[in-house]
């Protein structure tokens, strides 16, 4: 079975500090995403990546960047953090068998980050 | 990007089946049907998908309308352990890496 794995299940940081959510898939996927998950408005993306080192915008990457410098590891930055980017935050990795994006592969997730900025 | 209408919320008794409706009157001939679910706690988890045909894996049966306006998931015997939020979703096949997740059905499952 795909293991997508958070580095965190609950974080706790102060307003303005830089915070790092990591995520590390194992079945060699080369798609990866972030979303993050508020109540009501159920899951919005950040951020995905289709490739090393590639990066494309969701539909909400203010306050966001990220890195992929290793297939399997994608990372989510908040550069300085607000407290209105307390979410759940959700990680997950997919399949490509051609090139570039496939509607016909399902997505894999981790079970989340529950990130409280105070 | 084409949008899906799900209930708010169902119930069903355990052991019964559950059909969980969905609406996508936008749908384009490239979008695939997804559905997720997610547990209590948990990331959403993968379910089924199609395309023009019915479906049918070990978790459930994807039912897609003939027009392609709709579908209905089908759970054959729901338990305890089936409550959760359920999330319809379309896929582009070429633009596919973008999810787009609504607020999805809670269901609860009576014992």
Same mark, same amino acid.
């Given at each position: 079975? %795909?293991? %997508?794995?958070?580095? &965190?299940? !609950? +974080?706790?940081?102060?307003?303005?500090?830089? *915070?790092? +959510?990591?995520?590390?898939?194992?079945?060699?996927?080369?798609?990866?995403?972030?979303?993050?998950?508020?109540?009501?408005?159920?899951?919005?993306?950040?951020?995905?990546? !289709?490739? %090393?080192?590639?990066?494309?915008?969701?539909?909400?990457?203010?306050?966001?960047? *990220? &890195?992929?410098?290793?297939?399997?590891?994608? #990372?989510?930055?908040?550069?300085?953090?607000?407290?209105?980017?307390? &979410?759940?935050?959700?990680?997950? &990795? #997919?399949?490509?068998?051609?090139?570039?994006?496939?509607?016909?592969?399902?997505?894999?997730?981790?079970?989340?980050?529950?990130? #409280?900025? +105070? | 990007?084409?949008?899906?209408?799900?209930?708010?919320?169902?119930?069903? /008794?355990?052991?019964?089946?559950?059909?969980?409706?969905?609406?996508?009157?936008?749908?384009?001939?490239?979008?695939?049907?997804?559905?997720?679910?997610?547990?209590?706690?948990?990331?959403?988890?993968?379910?089924?998908?199609?395309?023009?045909?019915?479906?049918?894996?070990?978790?459930?049966?994807?039912?897609?309308?003939?027009?392609?306006?709709?579908?209905?998931?089908?759970?054959?015997?729901?338990?305890?352990?089936?409550?959760?939020?359920?999330?319809?979703?379309?896929?582009?096949?070429?633009?596919? /890496?973008?999810?787009?997740?609504?607020?999805?059905?809670?269901?609860?499952?009576?014992?």
């Amino acid at each position: 079975d %795909v293991k %997508v794995t958070q580095s &965190s299940r !609950y +974080l706790v940081k102060r307003t303005g500090e830089k *915070v790092f +959510l990591e995520c590390v898939q194992d079945m060699d996927h080369e798609n990866m995403f972030w979303y993050r998950q508020d109540p009501g408005l159920g899951l919005r993306l950040i951020y995905f990546s !289709y490739d %090393v080192k590639m990066k494309e915008k969701g539909d909400i990457p203010e306050g966001y960047s *990220v &890195s992929r410098e290793k297939k399997e590891r994608f #990372s989510l930055i908040l550069e300085s953090a607000s407290t209105n980017q307390t &979410s759940m935050y959700l990680c997950a &990795s #997919s399949f490509t068998p051609g090139q570039g994006p496939d509607g016909n592969q399902p997505q894999h997730f981790g079970d989340g980050t529950r990130l #409280s900025i +105070l | 990007d084409a949008k899906t209408t799900q209930p708010n919320s169902m119930e069903s /008794n355990e052991e019964e089946p559950v059909h969980l409706p969905c609406n996508h009157s936008t749908i384009s001939g490239t979008d695939y049907i997804h559905w997720y679910r997610q547990l209590p706690s948990q990331g959403p988890e993968y379910v089924i998908h199609g395309l023009t045909s019915n479906v049918n894996n070990r978790m459930a049966s994807l039912a897609i309308a003939e027009d392609r306006k709709s579908s209905t998931l089908i759970l054959h015997r729901a338990t305890l352990r089936d409550a959760a939020v359920y999330y319809c979703i379309l896929r582009d096949l070429n633009t596919g /890496n973008q999810f787009y997740f609504g607020t999805g059905t809670s269901l609860t499952v009576i014992p």
